[in-house]
């Protein structure tokens, strides 16, 4: 139990377009999740905080207009990455939370290249 | 100096060796998190504990909340250990440390 899916698992985009990510939480409600993204060989940073109909809380530093987070259900959020530039190609990994203590459970990340 | 510092960095050990990853933090947490990455880049969780010790298969994990510090041991190493193991503190949200890349030689 406690899968969390993304989608797409790759993304190759052109720059200056806008890329949609998946997370979802395949059988449990999701009360929060978590964005993050990380670059090579570096740590997770925590990029925003999304509880289901409200909006995200963003982390300081990281941009609302551009990095929009819908988390209109209890299965699934959002991460749509605007105007993407090749300084956005990082790892983005979604985590949900089941409202019931601090685990987490990680979806399988989505690369995404910007050329 | 970062809030979650782990040790070593990098690890090479041959098959069948005692391994141990330590994790200091500096701020006051609620849970403390093993998670493993693959080179494919997902996690799993291996461990989320708040005191004491837990174990699951050649795992063990502990931590000593007075002394901010935990630790992540694995017994009779296996190749397919090779990972990055990461530390994660809970305080207001999920803080984690650098990794340790394990590389297990058969």
């Known amino acids: 139990g406690a899968v969390v899916s993304q989608h797409p698992s790759r993304v190759i985009c052109k720059s200056g377009t806008s890329v949609k990510i998946e997370c979802r939480s395949l059988d449990f409600q999701a009360t929060t999740m978590f964005w993050y993204r990380q670059f090579p060989k570096q740590s997770l940073m925590l990029m925003a905080t999304s509880n289901e109909g409200s909006k995200a809380t963003y982390e300081q530093g990281v941009e609302k207009d551009k990095f929009l987070i819908n988390h209109a259900s209890l299965t699934l959020s959002t991460l749509t990455v605007t105007s993407a530039h090749p300084e956005d190609s990082s790892f983005y990994i979604c985590?949900?939370?089941?409202?019931?203590?601090?685990?987490?459970?990680f979806g399988p990340g989505t690369r995404l290249t910007v050329t | 100096k970062n809030e979650v510092e782990q040790s070593p960095q990098n690890l090479t050990a041959q098959e069948g060796e005692f391994i141990t990853i330590n994790c200091s933090y500096s701020?006051?947490?609620?849970?403390l998190h093993w998670l493993q990455q693959h080179p494919g880049g997902g996690i799993v969780s291996l461990f989320m504990l708040s005191s004491g010790k837990k174990k699951h298969g050649r795992l063990i994990a502990t931590i000593n909340i007075q002394e901010k510090h935990s630790s992540l041991h694995i017994t009779a190493s296996h190749p397919r250990d090779s990972a990055v193991y990461i530390c994660a503190v809970h305080s207001s949200k999920l803080i984690f440390g650098q990794g340790t890349t394990l590389q297990v030689k058969p």
């Open positions: 701020v006051g947490i609620s849970a």
């Open positions: 985590s949900a939370n089941q409202g019931l203590g601090y685990e987490q459970y």
